[in-house]
């Protein structure tokens, strides 16, 4: 049973890095059948994709239009977890993040717990 | 970029009646992209269907989805109280990007 474990903290101050890590258990973030996604959601953007990080004999990223100058998605094979980096972050990158699995089916099958994450001073 | 609209925005119907969710794109997307998701209060989303009409694992019979082009639906058949959610539909376009329709709440009296 593949399961996702989100971790990070729930306060950043603004333009500083919003940093979330995401631990998998069992199944590899280095598969190659499937890609590892990150999620927000907040009342006024609804639910938005973020970015993803997949292994097919070398290692790729995709990032949303609206977030690619400030995200970062890595994956770390030692520890078996990817990781959001968004920087430069204001009060409107306050929401609940979600990391989740995308299998080879466009859909997402797993979803980490969400962490609510406020962006203030 | 793809819209979704999805309707009604809320829907109140009692236990053992039937459900139709509608998810409709701003321009033909193909049923292989398109997916639905359960949300109950202070949970993550939940996969009940992918590729428009197959059920997810562990999904029982009474959800089915349809559609094809534009138009798609989910349908809730016999109604049980812990259905009670907001179901979002989702697809996938090339850029690579997903986006959700904004939301359908529906209730069991």
Same mark, same amino acid.
């Given at each position: 049973q593949v399961q996702l474990q989100q971790s990070g903290p729930g306060l950043v101050k603004p333009s500083q890095t919003l940093s979330l890590t995401c631990a998998i258990s069992?199944?590899?973030?280095?598969?190659?059948s499937a890609a590892w996604n990150w999620f927000r959601q907040s009342p006024s953007r609804g639910l938005e994709w973020l970015g993803r990080t997949y292994y097919r004999s070398k290692w790729h990223n995709d990032y949303a239009v609206s977030v690619n100058s400030r995200i970062t998605v890595t994956p770390d094979t030692s520890k078996n977890q990817f990781s959001l980096h968004l920087s430069?972050?204001?009060?409107?990158?306050?929401a609940v993040y979600y990391c989740a699995r995308e299998p080879?089916?466009?859909?997402?099958d797993v979803w980490g717990q969400g962490t609510m994450v406020t962006v203030s001073s | 970029e793809i819209v979704l609209t999805q309707s009604p925005g809320t829907l109140s119907l009692s236990p053992g009646e039937r459900a139709t969710l509608s998810c409709r794109a701003s321009q033909s997307i193909s049923s292989t992209y398109l997916a639905w998701y359960q949300q109950k209060p202070g949970q993550a989303p939940r996969l009940? #269907?992918?590729?428009?009409?197959t059920r997810a694992t562990? #999904? %029982?019979?009474r959800f089915s989805g349809g559609g094809s082009g534009t138009d798609f639906t989910l349908d809730i058949s016999?109604?049980? %109280?812990?259905?009670?959610a907001v179901y979002y539909c989702q697809q996938f376009d090339p850029s690579p990007r997903w986006t959700f329709g904004q939301g359908t709440k529906l209730e069991i009296k």
């Open positions: 069992g199944d590899s973030v280095s598969t190659h430069s972050v204001t009060p409107e990158d306050t080879a089916t466009t859909a997402f | 009940l #269907i992918y590729h428009a009409s562990g #999904i %029982p019979d016999r109604l049980e %109280p812990e259905d009670s």
